[in-house]
């Protein structure tokens, strides 16, 4: 089947700093992508979505690129808070047939940020 | 206030029960979804529901069964035949069948004691 995979399952950083938190997918048909944080104990929140006819873009502090080409997305937190510290988790759809509306979620990376 | 809300939030079983998880959504959403997560590990989906008294199979549905007998709820039972259950359980719900964009739940802890 396919996946969603990251390349860096943990991320520290300084209080401040930009961080940069990054995904590989492997369906070219996938056409919308989400990022997700999960703090220790609760449900993933949503952060930001990209579809595939973009190749990015920002929300709050927060910036989505998307690379079709590579098959790769990242997600840039700028001026990382200690409130940024979770689990940020990508995800992908891929439209057609019985997978349609399903989101496959990649393993996760672990951002600290120290102060 | 909308939302999703999952009881209870820690739950054990003994070996060779059944468990409930509830999951009811006010959104109004139509299709809801259960995942597995276990640690160091994405989210396995389980079940989804696109439309009420229908349900779909995940990708690691054995020892686990639904109902979707209303829009608001979708519940999970974790049977004796799942041989390792313990795992935290996430509910989530979206908005059509486009799937754009899920609310999770607050999850389920499960322990086997």
């Known amino acids: 089947g396919e996946s969603v995979g990251l390349h860096l399952p943990t991320l520290s950083v300084q209080e401040g700093d930009n961080s940069i938190i990054n995904c590989a997918y492997s369906n070219s048909a996938s056409d919308y992508f989400i990022w997700y944080k999960q703090e220790s104990g609760k449900g993933p929140q949503f952060i930001i979505d990209i579809r595939s006819n973009m190749d990015k873009r920002q929300g709050q502090r927060v910036t989505v690129l998307l690379n079709k080409t590579v098959k790769h997305l990242s997600l840039q937190i700028a001026a990382t808070q200690p409130g940024d510290s979770a689990v940020y988790f990508c995800a992908e759809n891929y439209a057609g047939g019985t997978s349609y509306g399903k989101l496959t979620f990649g393993q996760g990376t672990i951002l600290t940020v120290h102060p | 206030d909308g939302g999703i809300t999952q009881s209870p939030k820690y739950l054990f079983r003994k070996e060779g029960q059944n468990v409930t998880l509830s999951c009811e959504q006010n959104l109004n959403h139509d299709a809801m979804y259960w995942y597995r997560q276990d640690p160091g590990q994405g989210l396995r989906l389980i079940y989804y529901s696109q439309i009420v008294n229908d349900f779909q199979k995940g990708d690691i549905a054995e020892g686990y069964s639904v109902s979707r007998e209303k829009k608001e709820s979708f519940p999970l039972t974790v049977t004796s035949a799942q041989k390792n259950p313990t795992a935290f359980y996430l509910c989530?719900?979206?908005?059509?069948?486009?799937?754009?964009?899920?609310?999770f739940g607050s999850g389920t802890r499960l322990t086997v004691v």
């Open positions: 989530a719900s979206s908005m059509d069948r486009a799937n754009y964009g899920y609310t």
